[in-house]
């Protein structure tokens, strides 16, 4: 972490004390940088209020990011949402629609105790018990996650409209990116528009549901974190997210996925799943699109670069991907 300069601690400091009374903020002694993830800016800070010290995290839409628009008031809104539902995710403080403050509009949340596991942590790699009970938990939590109502995001009637919809953002971010045409991309977009599987049911979905947006205390999870990507659709979609870009000990797949439809109703309909894993591939290398679009135009953050990467070797993941659903399609026709 990085220690933020004086100049946004005092602007936010002004700012919370005007428009955020409730908080009851003195002062604002520091704001410091968190180095993990690729799309909002997350910061800690350190506040004392009337009522003491607090710590709190501040999310922020970047100028440079790979997963645009940035939309930090609907996911403000989501949060909240999800909060009254019942799911375990920071409370929202404030929203901060002065991007000149820090840089960019903003939402102030709840600091929330815990430890995060990696994809590969040795820790859950060398205790079978611990390992047995995270999947569980991750798949339990997933679970509730698609059962939980809301009314931030758009509601779709049908299983195609919700996959189509991907598809449409996934056109939009390439459109908004691509430096290189890539007919392979579009032909694997046309395919996707083109066979949009029908859901057996429609809900909330994270869009980034992986071991380390979750936030674990006392060997349970406390938080779901980085709701950015959410959006409503087919169920399935989340777990093919698991087993590509979130691949690891909680894939939803064999035993975790039975368990996973023992607890819906869904059924883990192999035909769908390697649609959508199709698709997330496709969004995953669009994304690394949008990283070296972002360094061409000037962004200087390292981690545009490492996310660059998956748009080599996304096209030949997903390309080996779209082979498999042809032929799939095929022998059933």
């Excluded at 940035?70 to 929202?92: F, K, N, Q, S």
């Excluded at 994304?287 to 135009?297: Q, T």
């Amino acid at each position: 972490m990085s220690q933020a300069p004086s100049g946004p601690a005092q602007r936010l400091e002004k700012a919370l004390q005007s428009n955020a009374k409730s908080l009851r903020v003195q002062s604002i002694d520091s704001i410091e940088r968190l180095t993990s993830g690729l799309s909002s800016q997350s910061y800690l800070v350190e506040a004392i209020t009337a009522d003491g010290p607090a710590t709190w995290v501040m999310r922020v839409e970047p100028e440079f990011g790979v997963i645009p628009p940035y939309d930090i008031t609907r996911e403000y809104r989501l949060l909240e949402d999800v909060g009254r539902a019942g799911l375990p995710v920071p409370r929202m403080l404030h929203l901060g629609e002065d991007a000149s403050v820090v840089g960019g509009r903003f939402l102030l949340m709840s600091f929330i105790e815990g430890e995060i596991y990696r994809s590969k942590d040795p820790r859950i790699e060398g205790d079978p018990d611990l390992c047995s009970s995270v999947q569980e938990q991750f798949v339990d939590m997933l679970a509730r996650v698609h059962a939980t109502e809301q009314q931030t995001l758009p509601i779709y009637a049908s299983g195609p409209d919700a996959a189509r919809a991907q598809v449409a953002v996934c056109r939009g971010r390439m459109k908004r990116t691509e430096l290189i045409p890539s007919p392979v991309l579009r032909h694997a977009l046309d395919l996707l528009e083109r066979e949009a599987p029908e859901a057996q049911r429609i809900g909330l979905l994270h869009g980034d549901y992986r071991l380390p947006n979750l936030m674990w205390h006392e060997g349970r999870i406390s938080a779901i974190l980085d709701w950015e990507l959410a959006f409503v659709g087919d169920p399935l979609s989340d777990l093919a997210f698991t087993q590509t870009v979130g691949m690891g000990p909680c894939s939803v797949e064999g035993p975790l996925a039975d368990h996973y439809s023992r607890i819906t109703g869904i059924e883990v309909h192999p035909k769908k799943i390697i649609y959508y894993k199709l698709l997330e591939m496709v969004k995953s290398t669009i994304i690394g699109l949008a990283g070296a679009h972002d360094l061409a135009r000037g962004g200087t953050d390292l981690r545009l670069l490492s996310v660059a990467t998956i748009a080599l070797s996304g096209q030949a993941m997903f390309g080996a991907l779209e082979g498999q659903l042809e032929a799939y399609l095929e022998a059933e026709s």
